[in-house]
């Protein structure tokens, strides 16, 4: 099977609705992680200058609030996921900064947004159990990434007059792309 064909990619619908909260946890639950699990890393094997650090249920089509989180952002090797089901944000903090995020979903592209540097969730693990997870920096933009993406956003929909959009070239460099550019790219992506 070739799972790198089932991240779905804007312009699809589905990624401006709403998932469903998952209720009770069942083994099609758990089918949906592991498939998720294998998608994301069969799509970064067949892209050499990046990495899969998180996943949304609704990128693989399912409109269920289950997000993936990767164990290890710094190590390339491990592959292993944490799953969050139905996460919510609790609390955001501090000064918003911009960042570059990346996006299966917006494949090719990066924009800088404007994020909370800190934030609390609260979530369900694989088995059901709460779990809250106090993240800064990476961690806390990456939530807030799978957070929209549960609500029916992507970053587009949180660039600003200041967010600036990229094209990723062949040779894995960033390129700025001019204000008429990136909102002729975005307007087609989010049409």
């Given at each position: 099977m070739n799972d790198r064909h089932q991240i779905i990619t804007l312009p699809h619908p589905s990624l401006h609705?709403?998932?469903?909260?998952?209720?009770?946890?069942?083994k099609d639950t758990q089918q949906t992680i592991v498939n998720m699990t294998t998608?994301?890393?069969d799509w970064e094997d067949h892209h050499a200058h990046e990495v899969t650090v998180g996943?949304?249920?609704v990128q693989i089509n399912k409109l269920e609030k289950i997000i993936i989180i990767r164990n290890d952002?710094?190590?390339?090797?491990?592959?292993?996921?944490?799953?969050l089901i139905n996460p919510v944000l609790l609390k955001a903090d501090g000064k918003k900064v911009y960042e570059l995020e990346g996006c299966l979903s917006v494949a090719g592209f990066y924009g800088r947004?404007?994020?909370?540097?800190?934030?609390?969730?609260k979530a369900l693990d694989?088995?059901?159990?709460?779990?809250?997870?106090s993240a800064t920096g990476f961690l806390a933009r990456l939530l807030q990434h799978e957070l929209d993406h549960i609500n029916g956003k992507t970053y587009l929909d949180r660039l600003d007059d200041n967010g600036e959009l990229?094209?990723?070239?062949p040779n894995g460099k960033l390129n700025l792309l001019t204000d008429v550019e990136a909102e002729s790219i975005s307007s087609e992506l989010r049409r």
């Open positions: 609705k709403k998932s469903a909260k998952v209720f009770p946890i069942t998608i994301g890393l996943l949304a249920a952002f710094d190590n390339k090797s491990d592959r292993t996921f944490r799953a947004v404007k994020r909370y540097p800190n934030i609390r969730i694989e088995q059901g159990s709460v779990v809250k997870i990229y094209r990723m070239m």
